[in-house]
């Protein structure tokens, strides 16, 4: 039950699934691979873990494929960025026939006039390229290396998104599992009690009331277990949903119920806001999408500037004129021609200056979504630290609760058999030993559920930083 704590998904083979470093590495991998499409197809004899589920999510969910090829996009958005500093090359072939006519009056022409037809054959073969533009296209490539960033980014929150999905419905199935476990605990215990007033009873020391009284709460324990196993096959269902699969009470978890408990926290409060700034990929994205809006407005403010550009186009030029009087000779020549040009728009009816304004705005507003997040992130960060604290303090008092529940039980059925106390104080005593253990499944629960907000407030889900939370496996070693 400790996986995710500090949790890195292993790689299927072929994916890149859980691969999260950086969202360069997160880009780069989403344009190579490609996600697993269709339902996730589970083995009912196999007892999942946490680690497993994962990366079956990662690859069989909608909204991951979707992002992976949105990153698929943007990388190849900066590739045609880049395209920009290299000439272009195109080739021509023309193939004609021109025929005209000399107008003017000849005196020895036939007709008054000379027609002359001219088949021409001219493959050619010309350049375009851009030598200068005042950074236009440096700015388009920041805009699309920062638009890429933004996309792994984004590719790393899904996936943690996605992870604290389903390890979330994986602590309910574990949680729901234990409630049952407590109230089968519960059934026994309230059959004790009940074999206990049958046998007083037998004996002539209890009365038809007290047993009847233990029946009650005999049957109020089966219709607990009862519902509790109704939660129990819902919370499978709802774990097969977060995974991919057909929903379905077919699946079994390996829970590790023996793993150990986050004890105490293993970063004060500040630190872990400051790992939330650097490893929260919703900041990263909108870091990004910062550096993409002020390369947006360099590249709007290069539209102003001159571009220098170099032209030039070579040819075989063939040609077979014909006249009145005859064939004239053929020509076959190389033909080329080169020019260095300046571009420099005067005037567009304002294009480059609202082009200039709307980046600009653009900029604002992502500086301004940023600050926005940046606050969100401080109060989640601030809650789930509450959040985990106060799981500690609960999940000591259930400890304490159920350990004196436990002996107050034990020591009312005790003094009970012995005709000390009667059984109103047996059934008390049994109700509490109830609650205590339904409070001590759900403090243990809550626990793990609170350590696994904490690592996704923070962004530290599929990471393989150290958690925010020390184990009572590693008390020893600190």
């Not at 030598?131 to 290396?145: L, N, V």
């Not at 005067?346 to 997040?373: C, H, M, P, V, Y």
């Amino acid at each position: 039950m400790c996986l995710l704590l500090a949790f890195s998904a292993a790689p299927a083979p072929g994916q890149c699934a859980g691969n999260v470093s950086s969202p360069a590495v997160a880009a780069d991998c989403a344009a190579r691979e490609t996600p697993r499409e269709g339902s996730a197809i589970l083995d009912p004899a196999h007892p999942y873990t946490l680690a497993e589920l994962i990366d079956i999510a990662e690859d069989h969910n909608p909204n991951a494929r979707t992002v992976w090829e949105r990153a698929k996009q943007k990388a190849s958005e900066l590739g045609l960025a880049r395209s920009a500093y290299y000439p272009k090359l195109d080739g021509l072939a023309v193939f004609g026939d021109q025929r005209s006519i000399d107008p003017f009056p000849k005196p020895l022409a036939p007709r008054g006039y000379t027609t002359v037809e001219v088949p021409v054959v001219q493959p050619e073969v010309t350049l375009q390229y851009l030598i200068f533009d005042f950074g236009k296209r440096g700015a388009r490539i920041d805009s699309a290396k920062a638009e890429k960033l933004a996309a792994g980014a984004d590719v790393i929150q899904v996936d943690q998104a996605l992870a604290f999905r389903v390890a979330m419905a994986y602590y309910q199935l574990v949680t729901a599992q234990e409630r049952l476990q407590a109230a089968q605990d519960t059934l026994r215990t309230a059959q004790t009690t009940q074999d206990a007033a049958e046998n007083r009873l037998n004996n002539g020391l209890a009365t038809l009331p007290d047993v009847l009284n233990a029946r009650a709460e005999t049957a109020q324990a089966v219709f607990d277990e009862k519902s509790a196993d109704g939660d129990e096959q819902i919370a499978r269902v709802t774990l097969t949903e977060a995974v991919g699969a057909d929903p379905s009470p077919n699946i079994v978890i390996d829970s590790q119920r023996s793993a150990p408990l986050p004890e105490k926290l293993a970063m004060s409060i500040d630190a872990l806001i400051d790992r939330a700034m650097q490893n929260r990929p919703d900041l990263m994205e909108q870091t990004q999408r910062i550096r993409s809006a002020e390369a947006r407005v360099r590249a709007a403010k290069a539209e102003y500037k001159p571009q220098i550009v170099l032209s030039g186009s070579a040819a075989q030029t063939s040609l077979w004129p014909t006249a009145d009087y005859g064939q004239f000779g053929p020509a076959s020549e190389p033909t080329w021609s080169v020019a260095a040009g300046i571009h420099w728009r005067i005037f567009d009816g304002g294009a480059r200056k609202n082009e200039l304004l709307i980046a600009e705005s653009q900029r604002r507003e992502a500086a301004d979504k940023l600050t926005a997040e940046q606050d969100q992130t401080t109060r989640e960060v601030w809650t789930a630290y509450i959040g985990f604290r106060t799981a500690l303090r609960k999940h000591d008092a259930a400890v304490a609760l159920l350990e004196s529940a436990n002996a107050s039980y034990s020591a009312s059925l005790d003094a009970y058999k012995y005709g000390v106390k009667n059984l109103v104080d047996v059934v008390t005593a049994e109700k509490q030993l109830a609650q205590a253990r339904l409070a001590s499944v759900s403090a243990r629960s809550d626990l793990f559920l609170e350590a696994v907000k904490l690592e996704f407030a923070t962004g530290n889900l599929l990471r393989n930083q150290p958690p925010a939370t020390v184990l009572q496996s590693q008390e020893g070693h600190q």
